[in-house]
């Protein structure tokens, strides 16, 4: 993604317990104590109490369960594969899947059952990369500006899209003239409804893009019009962050205040899955695998490769994002461990823009340190991301790579994305049928006080002022040559 930022997260969200400081040695590092997988424990050289796995909702939250503003059931935990059964098709491009409900699950009988991956999207063509940064940049939990300023939230963001368009386009031309998200979203979407009948579990999966087709909205519409009667709402990010997960979720509490029938559709909302059994296993199947390509795996760095984010949303706006990555590093490395896999490892953050302070160490400085420290051989892993996309295809194979072998570092290898990985799909869907008894109706919560409509006066001040402000930045030299590319 070209920018990344994070809205404000509620006081529930923020995790305690220690960070981790630094993961560039072997044995001797502690993890956040909050949640694990069955019988994993979250530090190398001391145990963690073990987590039942029976337990539906994998939290640090004592009830385990969590009630969001938007009224439905937030759950910490699950993720599963695929069965040969009906027939998938697209409908105002949401992935949708023709086929009746079965009644072998107490739980979903004579309902119709919906599952709504979540996930950001991404231009298919060149032509699509402007106003995809567009509608990136012009969400205001992707750039935050003080309240007084937020009416300018759609001039700047069409300020920054045109600037930054140019650049991007290079990027996706790289791999190949757009994002392959959508049609990797679509066969994970596909697999998820296999292994969910595999598991005697009909339902109807659709995609939701946040920035570009199809968007959440669409496949909403179709959920309604489907007459779904419970959902599990999936974000394909391991992690939360207020700028991903909480991004999407705002919109769908947008849209479901506003409708009698969807304020009422029981929900749950599957937050995070980074500590799930099946997750962590699979990237360490994917791990232990590319060793094996160097000729001697035991020398190689393990580099896992995180999008960022602003440290003011994690620090200023509670975001849970570092906490839970680092969490996700020390159970992927305590499972390889136990495989007899002990290899040094590191944790940086990549993808950041802009002059704000973004979370450190940053990617591309850890590439030139470890090169000067004489790592010879490094294999990147991709932790946050569970498809191909523009940071894995162009900013880690291309940029990362060249920057590595630059410094010094001789053998370089990477771990793929985990895509309709069987074992990762098939967590998914166990995650599903265990959140699916915790849907509860959204509520739908009256104006706040932030969200009555402004004061006339007031409101036409601020637009004229503002109004001025764009149009000194709308027209600004660089501005105008930026536009004047764009267009010729």
């Given at each position: 993604m070209d920018a990344m930022a994070r809205p404000g997260v509620s006081s529930h969200m923020r995790l305690s317990g220690p960070r981790l400081r630094s993961l560039n040695h072997k044995s001797s590092m502690s993890c956040p104590q909050t949640s694990s997988f069955t019988s994993a424990r979250c530090q190398l050289s001391e145990g963690l109490q073990d987590i039942d796995k029976s337990s539906l909702v994998v939290s640090?939250?004592?009830?385990?369960?969590?009630?969001?503003?938007?009224?439905?059931?937030?759950?910490?935990?699950?993720i599963h594969n695929r069965n040969p059964v009906g027939q998938t098709f697209c409908s105002v491009g949401v992935c949708v899947h023709d086929g009746s409900v079965i009644e072998s699950h107490s739980h979903a009988k004579e309902e119709r059952v919906g599952v709504l991956l979540l996930n950001l999207g991404g231009p298919e063509t060149l032509h699509d990369v402007q106003p995809f940064l567009f509608n990136l940049f012009a969400d205001p939990d992707i750039i935050r500006l003080p309240r007084p300023f937020q009416f300018l939230q759609r001039p700047l963001a069409q300020l920054i899209s045109v600037?930054?368009?140019?650049?991007?386009?290079?990027?996706?031309?790289?791999?190949?003239?757009?994002?392959?998200?959508?049609?990797?979203?679509?066969?994970?979407?596909?697999a998820l409804k296999m292994a969910l009948e595999a598991k005697k579990m009909a339902a109807n999966v659709y995609v939701g893009m946040r920035y570009w087709y199809p968007f959440t909205e669409e496949?909403?519409?179709?959920?309604?019009?489907?007459?779904?009667?419970?959902?599990v709402v999936l974000p394909l990010y391991p992690q939360f962050s207020i700028s991903t997960t909480?991004?999407?979720?705002?919109?769908?509490?947008?849209?479901?205040?506003?409708?009698?029938?969807?304020?009422?559709?029981?929900?749950?909302?599957?937050?995070?899955?980074?500590?799930?059994?099946?997750?962590v296993k699979s990237m360490a199947d994917l791990i232990e695998k590319e060793l094996q390509s160097f000729s001697k795996p035991e020398e190689v760095?393990?580099?896992?490769?995180?999008?960022?984010?602003?440290v003011s949303y994690v620090e200023d706006a509670g975001d849970p994002y570092r906490d839970q990555m680092e969490e996700c590093i020390c159970l992927i490395m305590e499972e390889l461990k136990a495989r007899g896999i002990d290899n040094d490892h590191t944790l940086a953050y990549q993808s950041r823009v802009g002059p704000v302070k973004w979370l450190q160490p940053y990617t591309d400085e850890v590439l030139v340190e470890l090169g000067q420290k004489g790592v010879?051989?490094?294999?990147?892993?991709?932790?946050?991301?569970?498809?191909?996309?523009?940071?894995?295809?162009?900013?880690?194979?291309?940029?990362?790579?060249?920057?590595a072998l630059e410094s010094g570092i001789e053998n370089w290898g990477r771990v793929p994305a985990l895509?309709?990985?069987?074992?990762?799909?098939?967590?998914?869907?166990?995650?599903?049928?265990?959140?699916?008894?915790?849907?509860?109706?959204?509520?739908?919560?009256?104006?706040?006080?932030?969200?009555?409509?402004?004061?006339?006066?007031?409101?036409?001040?601020?637009?004229?002022?503002?109004?001025m402000l764009a149009f000194v930045l709308l027209f600004s030299p660089k501005m105008i040559l930026a536009f004047r590319n764009h267009l010729f």
């Open positions: 640090s939250d004592p009830t385990n369960t969590r009630t969001s503003n938007l009224g439905g059931s937030y759950i910490h935990g699950p600037l930054r368009a140019p650049k991007s386009k290079e990027g996706y031309a790289a791999i190949g003239g757009g994002s392959p998200l959508r049609k990797i979203t679509d066969e994970q979407a596909h496949a909403v519409q179709q959920i309604k019009k489907d007459r779904i009667t419970r959902l909480g991004s999407s979720i705002r919109v769908l509490q947008s849209i479901f205040r506003e409708d009698s029938y969807l304020s009422r559709l029981p929900v749950s909302i599957i937050e995070s899955w980074y500590q799930r059994e099946g997750y760095m393990v580099f896992f490769s995180a999008h960022g984010v602003p010879k051989s490094l294999l990147a892993v991709p932790v946050s991301f569970v498809s191909e996309h523009i940071e894995t295809l162009e900013e880690i194979d291309m940029e990362y790579k060249h920057l895509g309709c990985t069987s074992s990762f799909i098939t967590d998914l869907a166990d995650a599903v049928i265990e959140s699916l008894p915790l849907a509860a109706a959204m509520s739908t919560p009256r104006k706040t006080s932030e969200e009555v409509d402004p004061d006339p006066v007031s409101y036409a001040i601020k637009m004229f002022f503002g109004s």
